[in-house]
């Protein structure tokens, strides 16, 4: 079979990877506006319930909220949470003062600093749940549920793009 016939076979059955073409410069500033808006929106709404709640505020809540699921290490949270080591050693300094994490030296390796939910970091970690759960499932219940898994699959390729 000719190249010119089987490519257009592959791409009709859509077996090999479709080219993809680059957004457009009003695409791109409507989805850097939508996104913007999103994050303040959040946070506008989320803010005076986390600090209500919790005593904490949405980026401390964030950071916890790695720390519990599993992220030990300052430098892996700068890492998933995109901020600069000094940001996040002065967020973790506050999160110690307020007894929810403990530091500890790492036991593999002495020269690491590991991180630990305290009783308390372990129960404000169960209280957020319900807290964003409610505040996310209010807007994603807003889009029917099979636009939703599709959102929410496109949205985690975005991120992924952008974790070192």
């Known amino acids: 079979m000719p190249a010119t016939k089987r490519s257009r076979n592959t791409a009709k059955n859509g077996a090999r990877a479709r080219s993809v073409t680059g957004p457009t410069a009003n695409e791109a500033a409507a989805f850097l506006q939508n996104l913007h808006t999103l994050k303040i929106g959040i946070a506008h709404q989320a803010s005076p319930i ?26 892996e949270i700068a890492q998933t949470c995109c901020l600069p080591n000094s940001l996040i050693s002065k967020h973790l300094d506050q999160l110690e003062k307020k007894g929810l994490i403990s530091r500890s030296l790492d036991p593999k390796d002495t020269r690491r600093i590991r991180l630990t939910l305290t009783r308390d970091g372990k129960r404000v970690t169960r209280e957020l749940t319900p807290i964003f759960t409610s505040l996310v499932g209010e807007r994603l219940s807003r889009i029917p549920a099979a636009r939703r898994k599709v959102f929410l699959a496109v949205l985690a390729e975005l991120a992924d793009a952008y974790q070192p």
Request: aromatic share 0%; charged share 30%; glycine share 4%.
């Open 50 to 75: 986390l600090e209500r709640e919790c005593d904490l505020d949405l980026r401390l809540c964030v950071i916890l909220h790695t720390v519990a699921e599993g992220k030990v290490h300052p430098s």
